[in-house]
């Protein structure tokens, strides 16, 4: 009786500890991206655009996407990270093509996602249950 009950508290802790340890990494790398998104916001939502600085910045964000990507990728359904990375695409080439209203759009709605998947993934009563 007692190895089963003490087994059961062990399994639950270890559960606990790796939802708080991934939530806290969820939380981590979206507020990184989100914060280096807004700033390409600032660049792109000039008056006069400087288009190598947009590059650059947009470089800047998919080598952060790119680490960020390995490790959500291993709790984080592969759907909601294929989404935040097509918008990024989208988001990509309209910096290439200099069409900068399209890009803002774009990336507001990556930051939707990267939010969403935040608030999907932490530990709630509404998400439980």
């Known amino acids: ?38 700033n390409l916001r600032e660049i792109i939502s000039k008056d006069e655009v400087d288009a190598e600085k947009s590059k650059y910045k947009m470089q800047d964000i998919e080598k952060v996407w790119e680490e960020r990507y390995e490790k959500m990728a291993y709790y984080i359904e592969h759907n909601e990270l294929e989404k935040v990375e097509t918008e990024l695409t989208k988001l ?33 009563i509404v998400n439980v249950f």
């Open 1 to 38: 009786m007692y190895k089963e009950l003490i087994i059961s508290i062990i399994v639950v802790g270890v559960i606990i500890l790796g939802n708080i340890i991934t939530q806290n990494n969820t939380i981590k790398s979206v507020n990184e991206i989100s914060g280096e998104l807004e």
């Open 92 to 124: 990509k080439a309209d910096i290439d093509m200099k069409e900068y209203t399209m890009g803002v759009e774009n990336l507001d709605n990556c930051i939707f996602i990267l939010e969403h998947i935040k608030d999907k993934t932490a530990l709630k």
